[in-house]
């Protein structure tokens, strides 16, 4: 190998000796994925578990989603930083509608969302937390077989997910909530969090994205490289949507600590 | 004590709160008028399966079940079917306003039997 081919190579092994001396020494473990993209490799802890936070040492959390409002994966429409449409035509393109859903969407697009809950500072609820501006950090409790989510936009809400293998309420009984109740397992590197039990007082997407006390989430959150986060969601809530459908964004590793942020009426 | 108690769990329990979902799932109360008759209250309790859009007017012992229901999103209007323990044919139609408020309203007319209402109801 010539010292010219070489040298991209050096660069990437010293950027991870800088990076491993920088964050106080964490184990790392090779990821195929990450070193064929040349970047670098998601935290792990010492049995070899994926990180989703800081490793030790380390300031950062996981901001600017790719992503401003859920729409179907594969389909492509233009839509501002609110999930406003650019041509409301698309509208029956975003997600498998009932009609009655539809006919909801247009008309809080139309109205330019003047009745998001938002604005009076209603919670945004799971998944439009994960699209509010203000980051989000995921923390592994394995003391307690929970990982906490914190939410940095909205009203600074958290919600817990139990891994301890107990099973789902049962839907008749629960009292819903913004964030559901959610059990996750692990499937490899992947978090599998599934979640039932939500109210009806949010928006559960920018842009107007109706739902009812039947929404069944399916999250997957994986960490493909150190500064980025996948997250992809299947909602499933057949009173709202004529099938199962499915929405992915990414986050970016962004260095510091999340902002100290409260909603303030007319200003979500 | 028991009864302060007892009030403000029902003074709590009665704070309204948004239902952002189907638009017409919950309890709707208002009151049927004709002329100078003295204003009979009704309450409806809808609900949504994904199918159906089924419920009771006037919930308790003299419940009426709601036989047909209809959300029909151009002009948010309502249609509801239904028969008095009597017999009597039970007609509501009428359309949802404030469609994006959690006190949103319907307003139409109540045909029953011969006689037909104004009704308005909001949503609690």
Redesign the interface.
């Known amino acids: 190998m010539s010292s010219r081919a070489r040298a991209p190579l050096a660069a990437l092994a010293g950027l991870g000796a800088a990076i491993v001396a920088f964050y106080g020494a964490p184990v790392w473990t090779t990821s195929a994925a990450a070193a064929a993209l040349g970047e670098v490799p998601p935290p792990r802890f010492s049995d070899g578990m994926v990180r989703f936070d800081r490793a030790p040492g380390e300031k950062g959390y996981w901001s600017l989603p790719s992503a401003s409002s859920l729409i179907e994966e594969g389909v492509s429409v233009k839509m501002d930083a609110r999930g406003r449409l650019a041509n409301l035509a698309d509208a029956s393109r975003v997600a498998p509608f009932q009609p009655w859903a539809l006919a909801l969407y247009q008309y809080r697009q139309k109205n330019d969302f003047v009745d998001d809950p938002m604005h009076e500072c209603i919670g945004p609820g799971n998944p439009r937390a994960m699209l509010t501006p203000g980051g989000i950090r995921i923390i592994q409790d394995r003391n307690y077989n929970r990982v906490y989510i914190l939410y940095g936009g909205g009203n600074h809400g958290w919600r817990v997910i139990f891994l301890d293998g107990r099973k789902p309420p049962d839907p008749d009984e629960v009292v819903g909530t913004f964030y559901g109740n959610a059990v996750g397992h692990w499937e490899g590197d992947t978090l599998v969090v599934e979640s039932i039990g939500f109210n009806t007082r949010f928006w559960f997407s920018n842009g107007g994205l109706p739902h009812t006390e039947a929404l069944h989430l399916t999250e997957r959150f994986s960490r493909p490289s150190h500064d980025v986060l996948r997250y992809e969601v299947t909602i499933d809530d057949p009173r709202t949507y004529t099938r199962p459908w499915k929405s992915a964004w990414t986050f970016r590793w962004v260095p510091g600590d999340i902002a100290e942020y409260y909603c303030e009426t007319g200003r979500p | 004590m028991r009864v302060l108690l007892m009030s403000l769990m029902l003074s709590v329990a009665a704070v309204g ?7 017409l ?1 919950g309890t709707w109360r208002g009151q049927r008028v004709a002329g100078t008759d003295t204003p009979v209250t009704i309450v409806m309790v809808l609900g ?3 199918k159906t859009i089924s419920g009771l007017i006037d919930p308790g012992p003299k419940s009426i079940q709601i036989t047909k229901a209809e ?1 029909i ?2 002009g ?1 209007r309502v249609k509801i079917e239904a028969h008095t323990k009597s017999g009597e044919a039970i007609s509501f139609t009428g359309a949802i306003g404030k ?3 959690y006190d949103r309203t319907i307003t139409g007319t109540w045909i029953e039997g011969a006689r037909s209402y104004r009704v308005r109801m909001v949503r609690e």
Not at chain 2, 17 to 23: D, K, R, T, W
Request: charged share 20%.
């Open positions: 709160h948004a239902q952002e979902g189907f638009p799932d949504w399966d994904g959300l999103p151009e948010w469609l994006g408020a």
